[in-house]
């Protein structure tokens, strides 16, 4: 009778702990999602009242302080040698770089066009693990998704030409999406070499937020000129500080909490969700208007980026 007892306790408090587990998957899932659609609105808001280089200083200087006071209470020790040190210059290289691009692009862009280009990047990965690195082989249907989603991004470009600096906008966003996936494959290089090093997530973003914090302090007195003559409004701060906190801190502890959680290409399907809602969101909250020709291309995007994922989607499902 004991035994029944506590047999069945032990399946109860497994099945407990299983549906905990799922309801914390779920909440980082969606936080996950509402956090990465959000934030290019929040970049654009940010850029309303400030230069793009002194409202990226100034988000990065907060979340470096979020990220080390989080990292100190964690106990998680910070390392400075040589191999960690080489990881937080890659890391930098996606921050500082990627989003300097960004943040110059965004002052011409509408924040759901910001994210439907950031949601290109996975195909951007796969055509140089494919052509360049050798790391991944992509199949017909994944080609003719990449080249789908490439007309799509061609039309938007149509689109954008009789309306002022977009252009210049997207192209600047583009650089930036080159960057943050130059970053990606330079940092596993550096994980997998010799003497290489393994950091704790947040221990990394650290490193690197130092870094991107110092080249842009570097940067500053050339754009001392338009430095923020007055307090800047409360919507110009909050944004600003929901891209600290949110979108540099809160955003990485879903994405490495869920990556060891769910199969890859549940993963993969907020590159898809993104920037639907990212779209929606920015007509909506801040009225930006969109021309058919440019939703057309979006749309156009989109299929081809749910093509593109269609292989891994079925894979995951016949498992």
Same mark, same amino acid.
């Given at each position: 009778?004991?035994?029944?007892?506590? /047999?069945?306790?032990?399946?109860?408090?497994? &099945? $407990?702990?299983? $549906?905990?587990?799922?309801? !914390?998957?779920?909440?980082?899932?969606?936080?996950? @999602?509402?956090?990465?659609?959000?934030?290019?609105?929040?970049?654009?808001?940010?850029?309303?009242?400030?230069?793009? =280089?002194?409202?990226?200083? %100034?988000?990065?200087?907060?979340?470096?302080?979020?990220?080390?006071? @989080?990292?100190?209470?964690? &106990?998680?020790?910070?390392?400075?040698?040589?191999?960690?040190?080489?990881?937080? +210059?890659?890391?930098?290289?996606?921050?500082? #770089?990627?989003?300097?691009?960004? *943040?110059?692009?965004?002052?011409?862009?509408?924040?759901?066009? %910001?994210?439907?280009?950031?949601?290109?990047?996975?195909?951007?990965?796969?055509?140089?693990?494919?052509?360049?690195?050798?790391?991944?082989? +992509?199949?017909?249907?994944?080609?003719?998704?990449?080249?789908?989603?490439?007309?799509?991004?061609?039309? %938007?470009?149509?689109?954008?030409?009789?309306?002022?600096?977009?252009?210049?906008?997207?192209?600047?966003?583009?650089?930036?999406?080159?960057? *943050?996936?130059?970053? =990606?494959?330079?940092?596993?290089?550096? !994980? !997998?070499?010799?003497?290489?090093?393994?950091?704790?997530?947040?221990?990394?973003?650290?490193?690197?937020?130092?870094?991107?914090?110092?080249?842009?302090?570097?940067?500053?007195?050339?754009?001392?000129?338009?430095?923020?003559?007055?307090?800047?409004? #409360?919507?110009?701060?909050?944004? =600003?500080?929901?891209?600290? /906190?949110?979108?540099? @801190?809160?955003?990485?502890?879903? *994405?490495?909490?869920?990556?060891?959680? @769910? &199969?890859?290409?549940?993963?993969?399907?907020?590159?898809?969700?993104?920037?639907?809602?990212?779209?929606? +969101?920015?007509?909506? =909250? !801040?009225?930006?208007?969109? /021309?058919?020709?440019?939703?057309?291309?979006?749309?156009?995007?989109?299929?081809?980026?749910?093509?593109?994922?269609?292989?891994? #989607?079925?894979?995951? &499902?016949?498992?």
């Amino acid at each position: 009778m004991n035994a029944e007892l506590d /047999t069945t306790t032990t399946l109860a408090g497994l &099945k $407990a702990g299983h $549906a905990t587990e799922r309801f !914390n998957t779920s909440i980082a899932y969606i936080g996950l @999602v509402l956090i990465w659609s959000t934030t290019p609105l929040s970049v654009v808001l940010s850029l309303r009242e400030l230069n793009p =280089i002194w409202s990226l200083t %100034i988000r990065f200087l907060l979340a470096l302080a979020v990220a080390r006071g @989080v990292l100190w209470l964690l &106990k998680e020790p910070l390392p400075v040698d040589r191999a960690a040190m080489r990881c937080y +210059l890659v890391g930098s290289f996606s921050l500082f #770089w990627a989003m300097l691009f960004t *943040y110059l692009g965004a002052q011409y862009l509408p924040s759901g066009l %910001i994210s439907l280009i950031y949601g290109l990047s996975p195909l951007v990965a796969g055509f140089f693990a494919h052509v360049v690195f050798k790391s991944q082989r +992509l199949n017909f249907i994944q080609w003719a998704g990449m080249f789908i989603a490439v007309l799509g991004l061609a039309g %938007i470009f149509g689109a954008a030409k009789m309306q002022g600096n977009i252009v210049v906008g997207i192209i600047y966003v583009l650089l930036g999406v080159l960057c *943050y996936v130059g970053s =990606i494959f330079w940092l596993r290089y550096e !994980n !997998n070499r010799e003497g290489g090093v393994s950091l704790h997530s947040l221990a990394q973003t650290t490193g690197s937020l130092l870094l991107s914090g110092i080249g842009l302090l570097v940067l500053i007195p050339f754009y001392w000129e338009q430095r923020p003559m007055a307090i800047p409004s #409360w919507l110009c701060i909050s944004a =600003i500080l929901y891209s600290a /906190t949110f979108a540099s @801190v809160l955003a990485m502890f879903c *994405y490495f909490y869920l990556v060891s959680r @769910v &199969k890859p290409a549940t993963l993969s399907l907020t590159t898809v969700m993104t920037p639907i809602l990212a779209m929606g +969101l920015g007509m909506w =909250i !801040n009225h930006e208007n969109l /021309t058919w020709s440019m939703l057309t291309g979006a749309a156009i995007v989109l299929a081809g980026l749910l093509l593109y994922f269609a292989p891994d #989607w079925w894979r995951a &499902k016949s498992n």
